[in-house]
């Protein structure tokens, strides 16, 4: 039996309850058989039991995936073959809200609960009692326990205890056979659920479609932003992208204190918030990245570089627009005064030369003998900056 297990047993028994604990391997058949023997009276199955083996999909093995499979999935089929010719009035199984809707990192912890949910369906489909809950995280101790930052920050909440087991009266009084229960902040959660691709799943829920409805679309969107940037604004801009997903994934305060030559493990990336990052860029970026970006590149630096180089170079004339806004932009805030004694004419008319617009000799000419007045309607009339 388990430490403190007499205890236990010792306390509830003191508070009227009829209590026996005993060790079982409940993925054992004959170890399962043995002990529903010795309980003729069972009346209700509650199967909580779990394992964690986590890890991204290409590093699973079958035997990590067996693990798993034997704690969550062969003892339940073992309590629900053995039980079937009682007369139950629950059948409980544990589930997790993983496998509603899915996790980073836990394919064989998601796969395992899918069973589960299932087997309450066909269960429930032969006549037999049977509800599955997928649970979200629980406060405390357990399972989730040391996951509660990461998971907050996608925007589910570890439930309270008390809150939980309220919960969990109202699904065995309820007519559902799989219910997912947790506290979801949707302000938080469906924004990034649907970063990478729409979710169907959200469609019928309220608040996560309000949720949806209030996220600001940037307009424009990083891509086209990036294409009107050239040299250091354009590499700027590609690093500010990068450092602010590694902060929204790693928890940091903000983009500005991560620092763009430190290793990612340095950071604080493993294979799980890897995943997290490389979505978050893809959602961006719109292009197709590896999970394994945040291990490809030694750091924010080199990583910002790689997809500059993915994203192709800049729309040269959108570039060259982008460069006329601003030297509009900056004509417009200098005075005539200002501008007289500058090089500026000179360097327009090398400028007009190069384009040809128009025969270079007149144009230099008209320059050459231009008041501060004139240069100014010269630059809105023929470069087309008005």
């Known amino acids: 039996a388990a430490p403190g297990a007499a205890e236990l047993e010792a306390e509830l028994s003191a508070l009227g309850a009829k209590v026996t604990i005993a060790a079982c391997d409940f993925a054992d058949r004959a170890a399962t058989a043995e002990l529903l023997d010795s309980l003729p009276d069972l009346d209700a199955v509650v199967h909580a039991a779990g394992v964690l083996d986590d890890g991204v999909l290409d590093s699973l093995t079958p035997q990590r995936l067996a693990t798993v499979l034997k704690s969550k999935v062969d003892s339940a089929i073992t309590l629900d073959e053995l039980t079937r010719n009682r007369d139950l009035s629950a059948f409980v199984l544990f589930s997790s809200l993983a496998a509603t809707l899915g996790a980073a990192g836990q394919g064989n912890y998601v796969a395992a609960n899918a069973v589960l949910d299932a087997l309450a369906e066909h269960r429930a489909g032969l006549g037999l009692p049977a509800t599955s809950i997928a649970w979200g995280p629980w406060a405390g101790a357990g399972m989730a326990a040391g996951t509660g930052t990461r998971s907050e920050r996608g925007g589910i909440r570890p439930l309270a205890p008390d809150v939980a087991?309220?919960?969990?009266?109202?699904?065995?009084?309820?007519?559902?056979?799989?219910?997912?229960?947790?506290?979801?902040?949707?302000?938080?959660?469906?924004?990034?659920?649907?970063?990478?691709?729409?979710?169907?799943?959200?469609?019928?829920?309220?608040?996560?479609?309000?949720?949806l409805e209030t996220v600001v679309k940037p307009e424009p969107d990083f891509r086209a932003k990036l294409d009107a940037l050239t040299g250091p604004e354009r590499e700027r801009a590609l690093l500010d992208l990068v450092r602010a997903e590694v902060a929204a994934v790693l928890g940091y305060a903000s983009p500005a204190t991560v620092d763009p030559g430190l290793a990612f493990k340095e950071l604080g990336l493993d294979s799980l918030?890897?995943?997290e990052l490389r979505n978050?860029?893809?959602?961006?970026?719109?292009?197709?990245?590896?999970?394994?970006?945040?291990?490809?590149?030694?750091?924010?630096?080199?990583?910002?570089?790689?997809?500059?180089?993915?994203?192709?170079?800049?729309?040269?004339?959108?570039?060259?627009e982008a460069e006329l806004d601003r030297i509009e932009a900056a004509f417009a805030a200098l005075t005539a005064e200002q501008?007289?004694?500058?090089?500026?004419?000179?360097r327009l008319q090398a400028l007009l030369s190069r384009l040809g617009t128009g025969p270079a000799e007149n144009t230099r000419q008209k320059l050459e003998t231009a008041s501060e007045t004139e240069i100014f309607d010269f630059i809105d009339n023929e470069l087309g900056l008005a």
């Open 339 to 346: 501008l007289a004694g500058t090089r500026i004419t000179t």
């Open 165 to 211: 087991t309220a919960a969990l009266g109202q699904a065995l009084s309820g007519s559902d056979t799989v219910v997912a229960v947790a506290d979801v902040d949707w302000a938080q959660f469906a924004p990034g659920f649907t970063a990478v691709r729409a979710a169907r799943l959200l469609d019928d829920l309220p608040e996560a479609r309000r949720a």
């Open 280 to 320: 978050g860029l893809a959602a961006v970026t719109g292009l197709s990245l590896p999970a394994t970006l945040g291990f490809d590149y030694a750091n924010p630096a080199a990583l910002a570089q790689h997809l500059g180089r993915e994203l192709g170079p800049a729309d040269p004339a959108a570039a060259a």
């Open 273 to 275: 918030t890897a995943v």
